[in-house]
């Protein structure tokens, strides 16, 4: 079981950036594949980036080159790194735990075992 609580959403201009945290409990933080993904309103949750236990990183094509995903396995952390803001990353931001003992990553909300209760981001134009 993991508990995940994310910080560092707001308001903020085209252009701007933002680094979302999410921080996690319990000791087995290491051996998840962490996952960002984001729900617009009236839209369907969608896969914004994933990190691996080690290393290795997958984006969605709408965020590459813009958004970075990291981990800090010491301090339980992920974060995103969301530069160059557009109107259209507005959306509740969500990180999610994904147990698989392979630890591949996915891309499928369906896959996540645990979700954090999300931060919100708005971009104005």
């Known amino acids: 079981q993991v508990q995940l609580v994310e910080s560092g959403g707001g308001l903020v201009q085209a252009g701007d950036s933002l680094r979302l945290s999410c921080a996690a409990s319990g000791r087995t933080f290491s051996s998840y594949t962490m996952g960002w993904f984001r729900q617009a309103p009236g839209k369907e949750r969608e896969f914004v980036a994933y990190i691996r236990r080690i290393h290795g990183t997958y984006y969605a094509d709408s965020v590459k080159g813009r958004f970075t995903i990291s981990r800090d396995n010491a301090k339980n952390t992920v974060y995103l790194q969301m530069n160059s803001l557009k109107p259209e990353d507005t959306a509740v931001y969500y990180c999610?735990?994904?147990?698989?003992?392979?630890?591949?990553?996915?891309?499928?909300?369906?896959?996540?075992?645990?979700w954090g209760q999300g931060t919100h981001v708005t971009v104005s134009a």
């Open positions: 999610a735990a994904d147990s698989a003992v392979l630890g591949l990553g996915s891309t499928d909300v369906g896959d996540y075992d645990f």
